[in-house]
Structure formats: C-alpha cells, structure tokens
C-alpha cells in the first residue's frame, strides 16, 4: 500500500472521471469553459435586453431616441427596472411631433417681425 501503486481490487471499479495523479482532470477543465461560456452568454443576454428599447426607438426621431437611451442608461447605471420599464413602454409609443409646428411659428414670426422693422 506505501507503493503509491493501484490496488489489485480496485482497479478496474474507478469511475471515468477519477484521474491519475498528475494527469490533467478534463472534467474540471470542461466545468471551467461551461461556467465562463455561461457568464458571457448571462452578460450578453442581459446587454442585449437593456438595448431592446434603445432597438425599437431607433426608427422614431432624434429626440424620442435621445430620451429612450437616457432613460435606459438609467436603469443599467442604477439597476433600477423603472427607468428601464419607462424606456420600453416610451419606445412602444410615437410622441408626436411637437417640434417642427414650433420651427414653423419661430419662423414666421422672426419673418413678421422683420417686415416690421423695415415698414418702420
């Protein structure tokens, strides 16, 4: 038994994974990748989903998509699912366009007042 040599008996009852000592344990070095294949593929689940409402407000305008990512870069800072919640029902909504009517009022009146200061 002092040998370090296998015993007669129990030889051929070692199940697979068991391995000679200073051989390489393929089991842990396959439990290794698994585990490290796992937690990449959790993070890139998780990116992905934080992204989905940045994906689907991407085809509105500058400022609803601006919104849209500050709300999501929000929840993914602060892990608070709130923001995240209000960035994909706000990216699942078309605001309206508030903006161009605006432009179209700032403008016509910058053009009234100009004909005005040159009647005078």
């Known amino acids: 038994m002092a040998s370090g040599g296998e015993h007669e008996q129990f030889a051929g009852h070692l199940p697979i994974f068991i391995t000679a000592p200073g051989s390489t344990d393929v089991l842990m070095v396959v439990t290794i990748f698994i585990a490290i294949g796992a937690v990449l593929l959790a993070g890139v689940f ?51 366009d508030y903006e161009t009517p605006l432009n179209t009022i700032a403008n016509s009146l910058r053009k009234t007042i100009k004909g005005k200061k040159q009647n005078d």
């Open 46 to 96: 998780y990116f992905s989903l934080h992204a989905l409402p940045e994906k689907m407000a991407h085809k509105y305008g500058r400022s609803h998509m601006q919104i849209v990512a500050l709300l999501a870069v929000l929840a993914l800072f602060t892990h608070n699912n709130y923001f995240w919640i209000a960035a994909l029902l706000l990216a699942a909504i078309n605001l309206p």
